[in-house]
């Protein structure tokens, strides 16, 4: 038996389960419906044989001898909600049974014993929130430090309690991260339609950028600036799906693409526009970028002259969700706005006849069979700059036990985005065929996950680079190995600032009839590294 309704009872369970238990039972209070657990979790568990028995409570453990040999259950009924918003299980009188096991495993959260905190000397702050006693040499951590319920949440907290336990002993300081040792030759600041970049290194229109503290947290890691994750109006609904991600794994390495149903971002305007203001306070040399999507004229010189007010440094407006489309009829029927290039055109001169102090970025899709055409209406509408690219349509996978397709949302899903290493020689490509096109700045974006990849990207035509899946893989302190890479390859280059990378590989690129082969090519073969393929 397994108590509980999280994603950790459905991992026990399952777990249970292919060990070679031949009865799993999981037992929850609430209605199936009201489960934290996700629901493929939930679905994994029942095609492992996993049975649900909702509404129960337990009340007792029954032993045998010295062993745990079931459990006294009550049946449940369902009452108004509580504090957590789901209803209330109420326990029904004369409705209980007992469940026999040979083993229990309780996968509950698990809450503070205030009688046994104040009977050792603890103060309790709050509910469940003990306050550390350096004079006992007490300090806590994880759920009794009110921290949010998840590893990650608990293994910083656990951290933070251990260096305040060291200095508490009479210990130095704990050692901060070294400082980063950059060459004194090399200038990483790079302009940017006259926009001032400390580096070329920015965070993406992306889930790290969804927050406030989380961009905080990106801006003083050493990233030069931030991409708010795409806004709109107040009356543009969201509707957000969960589970929204999906990773795709080749040879073993897990997330070389990533695939995401995400939407824009929950936050309307109204409070991207207080960030705004909050972040330039708060980090001002640092370049705050807005970025919009709008369904008509009004609300994208609306969004526009709202950012400008709210002093953002730079407007990226989105033309390529991949989930998005223009909802339009005929010929424009379901397409995404950026794969029209007459209507590309129309819409930048839109948004730039409401632009009066800051520059606009028109990000354009990857799915158009000429990205050079909607690269040049972009640059024909007036935009200042063109974000090369986005994700790419993708179908992320099929389980091969139920047949349902990743991510699944109630055994259904839509076509993702794909982002990551995986798509990085497709954006090296758009890229290229943008900075030939348009003849605008390009910041690119779209599959980097190194300094090395960068390099790449401004080797074809990009200004500055934007980071998404590798901050979600690797976190925000990869902007040290960035700045310490690109660095010191430009020392070794003899080169002075990133502009100098700019676009130098351009030239080497061409059509395939204009390639000249300089001589006979013949195949070297390494005989010991042959596995007999024919």
């Not at 040792?181 to 006259?194: A, K, N, Q």
């Not at 609904?237 to 070389?256: I, N, T």
């Not at 007036?382 to 397709?405: E, F, K, W």
């Amino acid at each position: 038996l397994v108590v509980g309704g999280g994603n950790t009872a459905m991992d026990a369970a399952c777990t249970a389960a292919r060990l070679g238990a031949k009865d799993v039972t999981v037992v929850y209070r609430r209605a199936e419906q009201q489960m934290p657990a996700w629901q493929h979790e939930v679905e994994r568990a029942r095609r492992l044989g996993v049975r649900l028995r909702t509404q129960l409570q337990p009340v007792q453990v029954l032993v045998k001898g010295k062993r745990a040999a079931g459990l006294r259950c009550v049946a449940t009924e369902l009452a108004e909600p509580d504090e957590s918003g789901r209803r209330r299980p109420v326990p029904v009188a004369g409705a209980g049974f007992d469940l026999e096991a040979d083993s229990i495993i309780v996968a509950i959260g698990e809450a503070l014993d205030e009688e046994l905190a104040a009977a050792l000397g603890l103060e309790v702050e709050e509910p469940g929130r003990v306050k550390d006693n350096p004079a006992m040499k007490v300090f806590a951590a994880g759920d009794l430090a009110g921290t949010a319920r998840t590893v990650v949440d608990a293994v910083a907290s656990g951290r933070g309690a251990a260096t305040r336990l060291h200095l508490a002993l009479g210990f130095e300081e704990v050692a901060g991260v070294p400082e980063l040792l950059l060459p004194r030759e090399v200038d990483l600041s790079v302009d940017f339609c006259g926009v001032r970049f400390e580096n070329p290194f920015v965070l993406a229109a992306a889930p790290p950028t969804d927050e406030l503290d989380m961009v905080a947290r990106g801006l003083e890691a050493g990233w030069a600036g931030a991409v708010l994750k795409t806004t709109a109006v107040e009356s543009e609904p969201v509707d957000l799906k969960y589970p929204m991600m999906q990773g795709y794994a080749v040879y073993g390495r897990h997330v070389v693409g990533l695939g995401n149903i995400d939407l824009i971002s929950q936050h309307h305007i109204d409070v991207v526009e207080q960030r705004v203001r909050h972040l330039k306070k708060e980090f001002p040399s640092k370049v705050v970028i807005g970025s919009i999507m709008g369904s008509e004229k009004q609300h994208w010189q609306q969004l526009v002259e709202r950012l400008e007010a709210a002093g953002v440094d730079v407007i990226e407006c989105s033309f390529s969700c991949p989930q998005g489309t223009l909802g339009g009829e005929g010929s424009f029927a379901g397409q995404m706005l950026g794969q029209n290039a007459e209507l590309t055109r129309e819409v930048t001169s839109w948004i730039k006849g409401a632009a009066k102090r800051v520059p606009v970025v028109i990000k354009i899709t990857p799915q158009v069979a000429d990205v050079r055409a909607v690269a040049r209406a972009v640059a024909e509408g007036g935009a200042d700059a063109v974000c090369a690219s986005n994700t790419i349509p993708s179908l992320m996978g099929i389980d091969l036990a139920s047949h349902r397709p990743a991510p699944s949302v109630g055994g259904m899903t839509s076509f993702a985005g794909l982002s990551g290493p995986a798509i990085l020689p497709i954006t090296l490509r758009n890229i290229a065929l943008v900075a030939q096109a348009s003849g605008l700045p390009v910041t690119g974006t779209g599959g980097p996950v190194s300094w090395q990849d960068a390099v790449q990207m401004m080797l074809v035509g990009a200004h500055n680079v934007q980071f998404c899946t590798a901050v979600m893989a690797f976190g925000y302190e990869i902007i040290q190995d960035l700045l310490s890479g690109m660095a010191w390859y430009l020392l070794e280059m003899g080169l002075e600032k990133p502009a100098q990378l700019v676009g130098r590989a351009l030239g080497r690129i061409t059509t395939h009839d204009r390639l000249v082969q300089p001589g006979k090519v013949v195949s070297r073969i390494d005989a010991s590294a042959c596995i007999g393929c024919g």
